[in-house]
């Protein structure tokens, strides 16, 4: 990854790669590429173009294909993050901060004690948040960011993971380290709202085949038990360093 | 820790502890806490007094010393994070998820890339948000942020830690979890600015006796570096559960 990289989900035609709307803008008008510059472009789903521009107007800005990469700097796990919905901005914080760090999933849900709603604006927004922090981090895979869910579907969700974790402030037992399979290929980890879990949640959590685990004594704010859990997760499975 | 935590430095004396300032118009006229009634009071410096309140007044609340604890829910292991000043409310963030995480010190640094400095009303804004994330999260330790130090003094800096790392961006070498030495007690991790370390000042680092890691192939914002780091660091030294 040696030059400016880009997002446009479009797949090249005929080894030629057309770039349109505001990031065409940006690669143009703010950038300032010209004719012969070489830039990469992500599509979201893991591929990477190295491209050669042959064209650049304000609104469109074509390339010929020089090479192409797969998931280049993608962690080799799935980590996804089920987050209970959050007051304010603090779930696009979460959804910029694991995508920077490699999560490829983010599953906002409703949960007895959580304060609001995920309105569609919003949902929208933190797409956006993500998208942005995948250029940022030079991800070539955008995480998927689900639209909200009740408890209830979180429960019954197939996402194919071989491991379900969640991190329950009531918990004294086992931390992440202990509970985390390091052999397992995709793990979902649950985190709750800001004023935690009903025990009855964590009972149904249980019963569904997750597991609890404790993050220390001390109480962490949602966002910041979601970044932490991200980070440690990828961490032990070997992603991030 | 079964009631509400307060925050207050003044020592008991004669067995009565007398809080004063905002915290005893918090105490006394958000939270309503009536003569008879139990608290915690934290003083920031490890201990915790479990106090019945003897006399609650708008702007001073005195109570009976029940009983007393020094490093309740404290990690057993000093981290300290060295961060680069940063752009905006940046390192605000930081200085609150790092405190709530259990860091037990933050110094901020200029380096060649820094872009603007740390001004002594920011430096009391990032002290102000750290005692808010001390009384979130329940710890009894408030951790020490420095006045911000230049590039050279950071090398100089004697704080007495086991080991000092680097998180250097253009490592491509061994992670956290291979640098890390478990047994040591204390550890000061440093992180770069938005734009990252000019080569010079890894040489140096390394030169006093730093170690550099990689946080891996994505590209992470400073704020999510430091965070990650303060995860995987207490994680990895088994004081995040």
């Known amino acids: 990854m040696a030059h400016d990289l880009y ?5 090249p035609e005929d080894g030629m790669l057309t770039i349109t709307g505001p990031e065409a803008r940006h690669i143009s008008r703010v950038m300032r590429h010209e004719v012969g510059n070489v830039i990469g472009v992500v599509d979201g789903a893991g591929a990477e173009h190295e491209v050669e521009l ?54 906002p849900f409703q949960s007895a004690r959580t304060v609001g709603r995920l309105s569609s604006a919003k949902l929208e927004r933190l797409c956006a948040v993500s998208l942005a922090a995948l250029k940022s981090s030079t991800r070539t895979l ?3 960011i ?75 704010r949602a966002e910041t038990a979601a970044v932490a859990v991200a980070a440690m997760t990828l961490g032990l499975l070997g992603d991030l360093g």
């Open 7 to 11: 997002y446009s989900p479009n797949p």
């Open 54 to 107: 042959t064209a650049v107007t304000a609104n469109r800005v074509v390339g010929r294909v020089l090479s192409k990469t797969r998931y280049a700097r993608e962690p080799e796990h799935r980590v996804a993050i089920a987050q209970a919905v959050l007051k304010g901005d603090h779930l696009a914080q979460v959804c910029a901060q694991a995508t920077e760090l490699g999560v490829s999933r983010i599953i």
């Open 142 to 144: 955008l995480p998927v």
């Open 146 to 220: 689900d639209a909200p869910v009740e408890f209830g579907d979180l429960l019954k969700l197939d996402g194919g993971f071989e491991q379900v974790l969640v991190a329950y402030e009531d918990e004294t037992g086992p931390g992440l380290d202990t509970v985390l399979k390091r052999g397992a290929s995709s793990v979902l980890v649950v985190v709750g709202p800001e004023g935690g879990f009903e025990p009855f949640e964590i009972d149904a959590l249980k019963a569904a085949g997750a597991v609890s685990f404790t993050l220390g004594p001390r109480r962490l």
